[in-house]
């Protein structure tokens, strides 16, 4: 039905649109007129967290205010932020970043600064100071949650004996098949150094280390033919479904969604897993500030922030938000086993330096580069 | 009559000056003001004017003076208001890994105070205020002329003393990648040159209906986007694809012995060579069109063989076509960026993509300008070595 009724639109209609668009859009450029629906913009990473994201604030915080909002999705870094703001031509006004970026960002001026005792203070009336956990705010965030690469696997792959700990991920002598991970050095790096015998709490310190580095790389070195790299966190559900390899690295919430809502047999390998958070940010100069920092306001919540843990197995970052998940949403599912911060998937677990990684960042990219080329 | 003369020039000029202005605007500037960038570098001169100065007449090598570290700690403050110290402290780190936080946490800790020893208070912030290394980085990254982008582009760099020394080699990238670039590009070229003269011969040598035909068929993928092209190959060439499906199908594969043709450095050569090959048919065909085939006819009737007639009286006349057909694929391929982007994997990347890398990801630019610098010379340096051997001068493109 629907696609009759696309075929039958004349492409007259088409030209009459694309004008109309064409002087609508010239028109909203003008000082002094304004149109009638308002919105915004809103950056996020695609796929199904996008979609937890649609569910848990996008949708309520229109009801709410009438302010419609567009969703765009990205593969994080800040290159595209950096391009709008430095030619003045910025058309995102929130974007969701993983940490260090949104640190990095924040330093280099191209986030608006958000005074964090100006956000919502727990239901209790805890500042929102002390409500979040330490050092989980940056001079630019709103919002947050907790988020963890793990490796998965299908166990279509592995009728016998399965994969349980990080060693397992790079012994391909017990376990035979292409793996997936992420084309960055991030995580797999340290992924690399805690399957070598290396503790979670001294990662960091041998990373810093020239030899140290030589030992990651030396170690990814016995994998690296067998890995298909992947780049949007929305790729290594569906890789594993395909069986296009028999584990991936991924964000826990994404294989989440896919074992709940897809009923893929997929399992998640919580040894080893590298926990992260992220934060909202509005970038500097949007033409729509208004509209974003009550967005980004109604994003900070504590129950907004508990809402994405109802789609999605991600947790917030405040104290307060921790009572807050329960089931999920549409399959009434369990959160807490489900969440990276649950006490027995913490048991061998690193969390992100993003300090060491905005210091580092590019050097090792460039060494990532070579080593991906040789 | 001279005057008259002289009007008409100018008016004929004056045709060409939209033309002019377009490329100017549009080619020269952003080309001249890219290249400036990989040698001009004033950014971190620009935001640390006063504490460069007091650097330039220390020695290198004992901890500077008090009042250079209140003049730093000054300038950070000063920029960190502006919010421009995070900029600042990134083109920093790229010559000193480190420098960034080492800069940031500085800066946030002389926020609000106002130190009694600002080099005790800098010191204290991170420990590396007390090595004359850092300071010596600093006043590195405040050259405004500087060749480091080069020597970053070449595997090169500088060891403490300020020598010239080559990476190690797990750090070196650009030129293994460079010598990567070169060789496909030869291979893609003798590739072409392999493929297109039969095609070109059988062009030029055909009923013109016939000839009309197969002219058609060089030109129809010729003008098909370069995106479907090389997309349709991911589609023919993948683990699961077209050409894998039939060999399995036909039983000269087994279903888990499938070929990886695509995502690696055979799906660059395969690619590249389809899309290229137009260029090297096109100048072939043009040049075998004007040789007449009673050259041919008389060597045999004078007793040549084939081998013989084609070798000394065929090839030699399609050399100009033979000569600019190859240019142009060797030259096309030596700077191509989407399709090794595309089907090149991790294997098939070529040094356009790093360029690209650097533009759109690292932002690094001034690094993404020295390697372009770099290509154009080398691409340079061929042309001026064919036309050595060659002669451009005898080239024919049409």
């Known amino acids: 039905m629907k696609k009759n009724q696309a075929k039958r639109r004349s492409p007259r209609y088409g030209v009459v649109g694309w004008t109309a668009g ?28 996008a979609r937890a994201w649609e569910k848990a604030i996008l949708e309520p915080f229109t009801a709410e205010t009438g302010v419609e909002v567009r969703l765009e999705s990205f593969n994080g870094g800040l290159a595209q932020v950096r391009a709008q703001v430095e030619t003045g031509n910025v058309h995102w006004d929130i974007v969701d970043l993983e940490f260090a970026d949104l640190a990095r960002g924040c330093d280099e001026g191209l986030f608006e600064f958000v005074d964090i005792d100006q956000l919502p203070p727990a239901p ?3 500042l929102a100071r002390v409500d979040y956990f330490d050092g989980t705010y940056s001079d630019c965030g709103g919002g947050g949650i907790f988020y963890s690469t793990i490796y998965a696997y299908n166990t279509k792959s592995f009728p016998g004996e399965k994969p349980s700990t990080i060693e397992d991920y790079f012994d391909l002598g017990k376990f035979p098949g292409r793996r997936g991970m992420r084309r960055t050095p991030g995580v797999n790096l340290e992924f690399a150094l805690m399957a070598d015998g290396v503790p979670p709490g001294e990662v960091y310190e041998v990373l810093d280390t020239p030899e140290g580095l030589d030992r990651a790389f030396r170690k990814l070195d016995t994998i690296k033919d067998h890995i298909v790299w992947w780049e949007a966190g929305a790729q290594p559900p569906q890789m594993l479904a395909d069986q296009e390899v028999v584990m991936s690295t991924a964000y826990n919430g994404r294989i989440f969604n896919a074992q709940v809502i897809e009923n893929q047999p997929l399992v998640i390998v919580w040894d080893g897993q590298v926990l992260d958070y992220g934060q909202i940010a509005i970038v500097t100069g949007t033409p729509n500030m208004e509209l974003s920092r009550e967005f980004l306001q109604y994003a900070s919540r504590v129950e907004s922030m508990a809402a994405i843990g109802r789609y999605i197995a991600y947790s917030p970052t405040r104290h307060s938000g921790v009572d807050l998940f329960t089931t999920h949403a549409e399959t ?35 060494r990532f580069s070579a080593w991906l080329n040789r | 009559m001279a005057q008259s003369l002289r009007g008409a020039r100018i008016r004929a000029a004056a045709l060409t000056l939209p033309l002019v202005i377009f490329i100017t605007v549009t080619f020269f500037v952003p080309l001249g003001s890219m290249l400036t960038r990989s040698f001009h570098s004033p950014q971190v001169a620009d935001a640390l004017p006063r504490t460069l100065a007091l650097l330039e007449d220390w020695d290198g090598q004992s901890g500077p003076q008090e009042e250079t570290f209140r003049t730093l700690g000054e300038e950070f403050r000063s920029l960190a208001k502006q919010r421009k110290l995070g900029g600042v402290a990134t083109r920093i780190n790229r010559l000193e890994s480190g420098m960034r936080s080492t800069i940031l946490k500085t800066a ?21 205020w ?28 500088r060891d403490d003393a300020g020598r010239i020394v080559t990476q190690p080699p797990e750090r070196r990238i650009y030129l293994p ?7 496909v590009s030869l291979a893609i070229t003798v590739i072409c040159l392999v493929l297109g003269y039969p095609v070109a011969y059988l062009i030029a040598n055909s009923s013109p209906a016939r000839s009309n035909l197969l002219l058609l068929l060089v030109l129809l993928p010729f003008w098909t986007s370069l995106l479907v092209r090389t997309t349709s190959w991911i589609v023919l060439l993948q683990n699961q694809g077209v050409v894998n499906d039939l060999l399995v199908a ?20 395969i690619a590249m060579t389809q899309i290229l090959l137009p260029f090297m048919i096109l100048p072939l065909f043009a040049v075998m069109r004007t040789v ?26 399609t050399l100009p076509g033979v000569a600019a057909g190859s240019l142009l694929v060797f030259i096309l391929s030596i700077g191509y960026y989407i399709t090794p982007a595309l089907v090149g994997g991790r294997t098939g990347q070529l040094i356009s993509n790093m360029i690209a890398y650097h533009m759109q990801q690292s932002l690094n630019w001034g690094l993404a300008a020295a390697l372009g610098v770099i290509l154009l010379a080398t691409v340079g340096l061929f042309y001026f070595v064919y036309d050595r051997l060659v002669g451009i001068e005898g080239m024919r493109f049409s």
């Not at chain 1, 086993?337 to 090792?364: I, T």
């Not at chain 2, 594969?253 to 690696?264: P, T, W």
């Open chain 2, 292 to 317: 007449s085939p009673q050259h041919l006819r008389a060597a045999s009737s004078l007793g040549a063989t084939f081998r013989q007639g084609f070798l000394r009286v065929y090839w030699p006349q």
């Open chain 2, 130 to 157: 007390g090595e004359a290394g850092t300071w010596r980085a600093l006043r590195r990254a405040g050259e405004r002329f500087t060749l480091q982008h080069y020597l970053n582009a070449l595997d090169l760099d």
């Open chain 2, 108 to 128: 946030r800790k002389l926020r609000r105070d106002q130190p009694e020893s600002w080099r005790e208070a800098m010191v204290a912030a991170d420990e590396a």
């Open chain 2, 250 to 269: 036909i039983g000269i594969l087994g279903d888990d012995g499938r070929i990886a043709m695509v995502y690696n450095m055979t799906g660059t050569l």
């Open chain 1, 124 to 126: 209790d009336g805890t």
């Open chain 2, 177 to 183: 990648l460079l010598w990567r670039t070169l060789v």
């Open chain 1, 332 to 366: 009434g599912v369990e959160m807490r086993p489900h969440m990276p911060s649950a006490p027995e998937n913490l048991k061998r677990a690193l969390r992100n330096d993003w300090e060491w990684w905005s210091d580092n960042a590019e050097e090792v990219h460039e």
């Open chain 1, 22 to 49: 064409a002087v609508l859009a010239c028109l909203t450029g003008l000082p002094g007129v304004t149109m009638g629906a308002e919105s915004i913009t809103v950056v996020s990473w695609g796929g199904s967290y």
